[in-house]
């Protein structure tokens, strides 16, 4: 969930490797890079989901019973947001993309009302 949220947000992995057990000693060991570019409620999902402690590793129950509360962009989720058969990853990712296209709207609008 974690590693599938960090892709999304920055377009690669967050552990690095040229072979599995290289990627898996860069899971075991390194902390991810978080661009400053990357949205606060994005990291701080990404931070959690990434724990190298499985006892204090948020699960994707965890993340959904989060989401529940706030929505990323603050609105309020309710069990309506979570379509049928979507799990708690889809939403994850839905939601982010949802979002980048309302950003890039209002970019495209932004530019509209330049010329």
Known sequence: TGVTLYAMATGHF????TNVNAIRDSATNDTPYYPPSME?????LCERLL???PST???AEKLYATLHKRRM???PVSYT???AHET???????LLLEKKKKNKKHKQKKMTEKL
Do not use: M, N, Q, S
């Open 57 to 59: 590793r948020w699960t």
């Open 73 to 75: 962009d603050g609105a």
């Open 81 to 83: 947001h979570l379509r």
């Open 14 to 17: 967050p552990f690095k490797g």
């Open 40 to 44: 606060k409620a994005i990291k701080y």
């Open 51 to 53: 724990r190298k402690d």
């Open 88 to 94: 708690p990853e889809h939403l994850v990712c839905r």
